[in-house]
């Protein structure tokens, strides 16, 4: 069976039905949902269920906060201490399965067939994939985590050049500078774009190239068969609904504690929960408006948006800060990584239960739970890409440009804190009283035009929160309405919309510490997930290659 005959007269992705080549069975009842209430297209159970626990969960928030508090604050490091292995031993696996596949023979597959083309420019690929990926992370731990790594959680036993009295230890210094940049560049490197990879991957090969409706079940086809059609296949995208969405939650609810603190130091804004909640509502109001408008016309507009003010902050603290020092930290940053990535990534007999479980455990259930949402982004905008050209502009690309901006950013605060301690704000704000969402703000404070580029900052977080907030809503929104990409609008508001509910909740029910318990929570079993899509997406190549 091959083609548009294998799928019973059902549309495959636009511009691959000529070239789709599968020998998978398509069942018209699979992919087509039911018209509910309000006009919202119900794929299955996945709405109902993932849509009334959300519903639950936003209620049982706001009527307990206390005892919700209570709970949030005991389950992120108890599942950080249970399950650190796990974790990292996933997340090794995804990279080197990743590097495998560049030099494979299946490389050379081309998303969408052999005659497919690229939709969009290198430009606007890489625009998209970043700012959806990276954005509001990089705004807030550009500058608090070389820092801190540098001078607190002392990773890999490396000591701190900053003493009990505040006194620099001379001879503490290059090994410190080196590790804080390279323990960093660990978290925003190889591992959490292979962790998009392998989800973009997946989704990008079953739906181009297989005629799969795109979502995440389509994945594990070739694991599970017809039974994807199933209540297997409603776990599988019920699970990446609720890792999305809690993904998500956590970065906004970041963005919206930044976004604060820079208005306060700005324009002395008071810095509190009700005004992060209004951010919250005033910054998802406006992320509707993109959702409404489309891929094309809202998300593509906005990350190019997004990526041009990035270039011109980064180019202009390069050349603001002392840029030799800068252009160093870029070298010796990129080889102390090279030298820890294997130390870094072993997860057993470590004495640095601080950094592995309080950074690296989180990080890498963080990015896991992002992975739907940005995965099946980068595979809607992908197609005509070869697998290994798609590989290595995902996961070494990106990669280059985190390492630059960490080099940059947190490069330029480590030099203020070493060179004057008692006049840094940034020391103040991360390493005295630790006030993680001022950690951008003081960094700026020490260079020239610093109000202007404080509101810069704000502008870019907060252009950086509507991206990821309308390019999760239409992920969320295909996954639960069976794949489509084209779902009502009533359910694109209704997904976009909670998301800021649930970011409100958790920030009222327990702030950072609710958000980070529940990316982990939801992390740990959509791990499972993705170790299985390595295996799926070995036989979908295999059979591409017969």
């Known amino acids: 069976m091959a083609g548009q005959d294998n799928t019973q007269g059902i549309p495959v992705p636009e511009g691959s039905a000529d070239i789709i080549d599968t020998d998978y069975t398509i069942g018209q009842d699979n992919i087509e949902g039911q018209l509910g209430p309000f006009g919202f297209d119900i794929h299955n159970p996945v709405f109902i269920v993932s ?17 919700a508090g209570a709970v949030f604050g005991w389950l992120r490091p108890w599942l950080t201490s249970t399950f650190d292995w796990f974790f990292l031993g996933a997340a090794n696996v995804f990279v080197l399965f990743c590097l495998f596949l560049i030099v494979s023979p299946w490389g050379s597959v081309r998303l969408g067939g052999k005659e497919a083309a690229p939709d969009y420019s290198y430009m606007g690929w890489f625009a998209m994939l970043f700012a959806a990926g990276m954005g509001i992370g990089l705004m807030f731990f550009g500058v608090l985590e070389p820092v801190y790594h540098m001078a607190i959680s002392e990773p890999l036993g490396v000591p701190s050049p900053i003493g009990e009295d505040g006194a620099i230890i001379p001879e503490n210094v ?5 590790m804080g940049l390279a323990a960093t560049i660990y978290h925003w490197g190889l591992h959490p774009w292979a962790i998009y990879a392998v989800v973009a991957l997946a989704l990008a090969l079953f739906t181009f190239n297989k005629g799969l409706p795109l979502t995440i079940r389509s994945a594990f086809y070739p694991i599970f068969g017809e039974a994807i059609w199933g209540w297997v296949g409603h776990v599988i995208d019920i699970l990446a609904v609720f890792a999305t969405l809690f993904g998500l939650a956590t970065s906004l609810g970041f963005g919206a504690q930044q976004a604060n ?16 909640v209004l951010l919250i ?17 809202g998300v593509k507009v906005l990350s190019e948006i997004n990526m041009g003010i990035a270039a011109l902050l980064l180019v202009f603290v390069l050349l603001a800060g002392p840029t030799a020092t800068i252009v160093a930290d870029f070298i010796s940053g990129l ?3 090279a030298a820890g990535i294997l130390p870094l990534s072993n997860p057993v007999g470590r004495a640095d239960a601080g950094y592995m479980q309080g950074w690296t455990a ?12 940005v995965g099946m982004f980068i595979a809607r905008v992908s197609r005509g890409r070869t697998v290994r050209e798609f590989i290595i502009c995902v996961l070494i690309i990106p990669s280059l440009v985190c390492v630059l901006w960490m080099a940059v950013f947190g490069g330029v605060a480590i030099d203020q804190v070493l060179t004057n301690p008692a006049a840094s704000s940034v020391k103040t704000y991360v390493i005295d009283s630790y006030v993680p969402e001022l950690s951008l703000f003081a960094m700026l404070e020490g260079l020239p035009l610093a109000t202007i580029t404080s509101v810069i900052g704000i502008i870019l977080v907060v252009v950086f929160f509507v991206t990821s907030s309308d390019s999760g809503s239409l992920v969320i929104d295909t996954i639960t309405a069976g794949g489509k990409v084209d779902a009502p609008l009533p359910q694109r508001v209704f997904w976009c919309t909670f998301e800021g509910a649930v970011a409100i909740v958790l920030l009222v029910g327990g702030g950072l510490g609710a958000l980070q318990a529940m990316v982990i929570s939801t992390g740990l079993p959509f791990t499972v997930v993705l170790l299985l899509m390595c295996w799926a997406i070995l036989r979908g190549l295999m059979s591409e290659a017969r």
């Not at 849509?51 to 005892?67: C, K, N, S």
């Not at 290059?174 to 080196?178: L, S």
């Not at 509502?281 to 891929?295: F, P, W």
């Open 51 to 67: 849509g009334l626990t959300i519903v639950a969960f936003v209620f049982y928030a706001l009527a307990l906060p206390d005892q």
């Open 174 to 178: 290059e090994a410190a500078r080196k």
């Open 261 to 276: 603190a820079g208005l306060e130091h700005v324009f002395g804004i008071p810095n509190n929960i009700t005004v992060q």
């Open 281 to 297: 509502t005033a910054i998802t109001a406006v992320a509707l408006g993109s959702v409404l408008r489309g891929l094309d016309g």
């Open 335 to 337: 080889g102390a990584y």
């Open 362 to 373: 989180f990080y890498w259930a963080w990015w896991i739970s992002w992975s739907p949402f």
